[in-house]
């Protein structure tokens, strides 16, 4: 597709458990970032990769969270023993490098995480 | 405080009315300011990004930048039907590894009735 694909769309599970998150970049676009979205909130920072490497990870907010981009181009976000507050939309958005310095992120649809 | 505030509304005004959008922020670093749109159930898509202060025009778009009130609008003219969503500012500062560490407002929620 041309667009930033995210899997799954929605996700529901139970408190305790352990989630992942799949984000598939724009073809080419060489950096990838992962944001998340409380309702009627803006979306939060939580991690940025230029390539394989975390370039900025400041916005995880601790160490049930983590993020892969093993090989350049997907990443995955996991979520440890998921708690009721984690429950937001999973934002993933890709950008050419250039174009990141004039804030031209494209932004997937989502993935709606819900924690019972 | 939050480092962007930005009015939730929501804001309703009828077809060809002038919106006016603002957020006022805090951190004086911050040097590109961005305004994305965000349709229901869809991700944000920018709409406009402007460095420093000053305007800059886009169709029925202008946004403009007031650094020394740290305060930032976006008009839009002609407004219609299909400008209903919410609306996000964000900003960032330059340099270093702060490309993709946008912070972003609340947003605004506007609908446009025909």
């Known amino acids: 597709g041309a667009g930033v694909s995210q899997t799954p769309s929605n996700k529901v599970t139970e408190k305790g458990k352990y989630v992942e998150l799949r984000c598939d970049p724009i073809s080419g676009h060489t950096a990838l970032y992962w944001y998340r979205q409380s309702l009627g909130q803006g979306p939060e920072f939580l991690i940025y990769?230029?390539?394989?490497?975390?370039?900025?990870d400041s916005g995880l907010p601790n160490d049930r969270f983590f993020a892969v981009r093993p090989e350049g181009s997907v990443s995955t976000l996991k979520i440890q023993r998921t708690e009721r507050g984690d429950s937001a939309v999973y934002l993933c958005?890709?950008?050419?490098?250039?174009?990141?310095?004039?804030?031209?992120?494209?932004f997937g649809e989502g993935s709606r995480l819900t924690v019972l | 405080q939050k480092e962007v505030e930005q009015d939730p509304g929501p804001l309703s005004v009828p077809e060809g009315a002038i919106v006016s959008l603002n957020c006022t922020y805090s951190?004086?670093?911050?040097?590109?300011f961005m305004w994305y749109r965000q349709y229901s159930r869809k991700g944000p898509e920018l709409l406009m990004y402007?460095?420093?202060?000053g305007n800059k025009e886009d169709g029925r778009f202008t946004a403009q930048v007031d650094k020394s009130s740290k305060y930032i609008s976006l008009f839009i003219r002609d407004s219609q039907p299909s400008d209903s969503a919410t609306y996000l500012c964000?900003?960032?500062?330059?340099?270093?590894?702060?490309?993709?560490?946008?912070?972003f407002g609340q947003g605004t929620i506007l609908t446009v009735h025909p």
């Open positions: 951190n004086s670093a911050f040097q590109y």
């Open positions: 958005a890709s950008s050419l490098l250039a174009g990141a310095a004039a804030g031209e992120l494209f």
């Open positions: 964000a900003m960032r500062s330059a340099g270093g590894t702060s490309y993709g560490k946008l912070t």
């Open positions: 990769f230029q390539g394989t490497g975390a370039a900025d």
């Open positions: 402007t460095y420093s202060s």
